[in-house]
């Protein structure tokens, strides 16, 4: 998933040595592998949630080695995502495929402040979608087309303080398309600096 678009595609940059990952709906546990490579030598490590207790089991199967050897894979279980166990700014970048699309609208908001929470200014959150393959699964009746509508996400992403909410459209070597929903949490000086400027703002409407 994590590539960058164009001729000279590279694997994109979610994490460097020292970074700590966190990964939502992991899986069979492809894009914790990914991450775990990029920090095995550093001081960083990979976290993963899922609500699956197989997925779970599945996961430390694959990972049993690194998990004893290095302590750098972390699984952990949280049924509401409202209330993830970490503490506060601990994450350098947040990685999720396929998460949003079963998730109330109406717990959204929490959601994405709870996410907010944990990342560390300057911090990513990355969603990978490939709308080829949603639309067979609505074709199919597995899903509907309004639950996976990128803007049903992203919507929730700025009010809950995250800056930078765009969606990329990328290619595979293969041709295949896909697409990345990617937003930042500012660093604290660029809070400050909105904070100046949106006072600055209403001063000049009320003179």
Known sequence: MFQKHGEKSTKMDVGKINDNVLELGYGRGNALKYCFDKVANGNGAVFGIDRSSYMEDC????F??????????RLDR????????YPSEVFNHILHVDFYYFIHHEIMPYICKELWRVLKPGGTVICGISFDRLKKLSHWGLL???QWDPMRYMIYLEPAGFVDVNIEYKSRSK????????????QINEVRSCAVDFYLFTYLLIR
């Not at 996961?59 to 694959?62: G, H, I, L, N, V």
């Not at 049993?64 to 894979?73: C, D, F, P, Q, R």
């Not at 990345?180 to 949490?185: G, L, P, Q, T, Y």
């Open 78 to 85: 949280a049924p509401d995502l409202r209330n993830l166990p």
């Open 59 to 62: 996961a430390r199967y694959r």
């Open 64 to 73: 049993a080695l690194e998990i004893a050897e290095t302590g750098k894979i």
């Open 175 to 186: 041709g295949n398309q896909y697409q990345m929903i990617c937003a930042r949490k500012p």
């Open 144 to 146: 509907e087309d309004s």
